[in-house]
């Protein structure tokens, strides 16, 4: 609670304190407001998400679910100008508070940041040269970042990274078998969704503390998605590895997949290296497969078979990959 005392030694006046936490996606921003009740604990005050879309739109609902806000934006699709909106109504719209620090979900770490830290242009730019381990995702990340601190510079900004919780897999496990240098450069597993990962170990932990203790596996699951063996609330392996590709079937992602078939696609077939990126981020996975939909609702609702050999390749592949983490 350092940032609180630090507003309050300013001299920032007597109200709530409050915190904003965003997840940025490829067309929207989730984020929630919480009150800082004491030193250790939160009250959820809105959540919403800034749709970044065709048509930009603000939602938001209180912690009961009383709808807050549901409107287009006046800004243009750029990052800076509709956050600089929400920005403008959670701190006008939903009574007068005051707004200590901004958090956020980034994707990947790498090796070096294992905790959330201050978000400082220095840092920012440490941050941005991993760019390349998480090409789609990571400006993703750090466009809200980058936007708030060009709105509001005094503003602390503190990140935390999706690859943090899986720093506990032992070496063996995240190593490929490249030759060495390689790992020395930071090519190894890595996996993702680690604070959805986290949140749920502590959850186990409190609502059964002996299960907690025991080897579980748990289950991220969405357009991206993932499994992840727990041992003691730690991660001790995942089906995600260098990149969000790796491990099961997702929405438009391909999943684990044969090198041999990316060698085919570049040496033999002259697809070009961004051609081939787009293919397996976002034209695999349930879209690649059934040619309909990446959204397992719509695939559900389906009669076409292409539909259900999607969902039986996933389920398929999510058992597989279940039974492998059970042996770990």
Not at 167 to 182: C, K, N, S, W
Not at 192 to 205: K, M, P, T, V
Not at 248 to 258: E, F
């Given at each position: 609670m350092e940032l609180a005392r630090q507003s309050r030694d300013k001299g920032a006046p007597m109200m709530r304190r409050s915190i904003l936490a965003l997840n940025a996606g490829s067309s929207s921003i989730k984020f929630a407001l919480y009150d800082l009740v004491s030193?250790?604990?939160?009250?959820?005050?809105?959540?919403?998400?800034?749709?970044?879309?065709?048509?930009?739109?603000?939602?938001?609902?209180?912690?009961?679910?009383?709808?807050?806000?549901?409107?287009?934006?006046?800004?243009?699709?750029?990052?800076?100008?509709?956050?600089?909106?929400m920005l403008n109504w959670v701190q006008g719209e939903i009574g007068e508070r005051n707004l200590i620090c901004a958090g956020h979900r980034i994707v990947h770490g790498g090796s070096e940041f294992i905790e959330p830290v201050r978000l400082t242009p220095d840092i920012i730019d440490a941050i941005d040269k991993l760019t390349p381990l998480a090409p789609l995702h990571q400006p993703r990340s750090l466009a809200p970042v980058r936007a708030i601190a060009a709105l509001q510079p005094d503003l602390p900004q503190v990140g935390c990274f999706d690859t943090a919780f899986h720093?506990?897999?032992?070496?063996?496990?995240?190593?490929?078998?490249?030759?060495?240098?390689?790992e020395e450069q930071g090519l190894r597993r890595y996996g993702?969704?680690?604070?959805?990962?986290?949140?749920?170990?502590?959850?186990?932990?409190?609502?059964?503390?002996?299960f907690a203790a025991k080897h579980t596996i748990v289950a991220h699951l969405g357009n991206g998605a993932s499994l992840c063996a727990l041992h003691g609330g730690k991660s001790i392996d995942t089906t995600m590895?260098?990149?969000?590709?790796?491990?099961?079937?997702?929405?438009?992602?391909?999943?684990?997949?044969?090198?041999?078939?990316?060698?085919?696609?570049?040496?033999?077939?002259?697809?070009?290296?961004?051609?081939?990126?787009?293919?397996l981020y976002e034209k695999s996975g349930l879209l690649g497969v059934s040619g309909i939909s990446g959204d397992m609702r719509t695939l559900e609702a389906s009669n076409d078979p292409r539909a259900q050999e999607a969902m039986a390749l996933f389920a398929f592949r999510a058992a597989r990959e279940a039974a492998a983490l059970a042996n770990t």
């Open positions: 030193s250790r604990d939160m009250q959820l005050v809105s959540r919403g998400t800034l749709d970044l879309g065709d048509k930009p739109t603000l939602r938001a609902k209180a912690a009961d679910g009383t709808g807050q806000c549901d409107r287009p934006l006046t800004a243009d699709k750029r990052h800076d100008a509709a956050i600089g909106e720093q506990t897999i032992d070496p063996l496990v995240r190593r490929f078998a490249l030759p060495r240098q390689y993702f969704h680690g604070l959805s990962y986290e949140y749920i170990a502590g959850r186990l932990s409190e609502i059964s503390p002996i590895g260098f990149s969000a590709l790796d491990g099961l079937v997702m929405g438009t992602r391909c999943g684990a997949i044969d090198p041999g078939v990316l060698l085919y696609f570049l040496l033999e077939r002259g697809i070009a290296a961004e051609e081939l990126q787009a293919m």
